[in-house]
């Protein structure tokens, strides 16, 4: 759950990371961009804040932005309705990432995402890729993986299948993707 006040704030906040990326955004953009507390009441930690350009039954174009060590939990998109999952592509526009997927782990000293304290648990696949402006990588359907921004924060654009967010499944069973506003 987060107050009106707060998504506000946050909106606020990625609105400016972008300008200052030299992305810009429409006033309506700005008012609609989606902040996902996730439920668990800890944006600072986990979470990301969307700019959906387009989202057809063909594609998907968005924008995340992602705080100062911020982390999108580990989760994956699944098969619905008979369609494969979202395939995705990233391509870092400012910052760093550090994506985490399926696959040989890296070794623990070399990571440089850590999973938020307390949650460890819910994450389980740590074959850390890192995006430098200008670097992308493609996600398969059906693939676990998680993200987290490095100390600056990050702007990732994402190309990808249609998106069917309410449909992820995140490892993390407390997780309530589509964010619950209550009012001040």
Not at 14 to 26: S, V, Y
Not at 72 to 82: D, I, L, M, S, Y
Not at 136 to 142: D, K, L, M, S, V
Not at 161 to 168: G, K, N
Request: contains cysteine; aromatic residues 8%; negative net charge.
């Amino acid at each position: 759950m987060i107050k009106r006040s707060e998504v506000q704030q946050a909106q606020q906040r990625a609105a400016a990371m972008l300008q200052r990326a030299g992305i810009a955004l429409t006033p309506k953009e700005v008012s609609e961009i989606e902040v996902a507390e996730l439920g668990l009441g800890e944006l600072e930690r986990t979470g990301l804040e969307l700019v959906v350009y387009v989202n057809t039954d063909r594609y998907c174009a968005k924008e995340i932005i992602l705080f100062p060590r911020q982390t999108c939990p580990e989760h994956r998109h699944p098969t619905v309705a008979g369609q494969p999952g979202k395939m995705e592509t990233f391509r870092c526009r400012f910052g760093r990432v550090f994506l985490n997927v399926a696959g040989a782990p890296t070794p623990p000293a070399e990571r440089l995402a850590r999973p938020p304290a307390g949650s460890e648990a819910y994450y389980t696949v740590f074959h850390e890729i890192v995006l430098n402006p200008g670097d992308q990588y493609t996600i398969p359907p059906n693939t676990l993986h998680w993200f987290q921004a490095g100390d600056e924060g990050a702007i990732v654009s994402e190309f990808s299948s249609t998106s069917r967010d309410e449909a992820d499944v995140f490892t993390d069973p407390r997780i309530k993707r589509i964010p619950e506003i209550v009012e001040d």
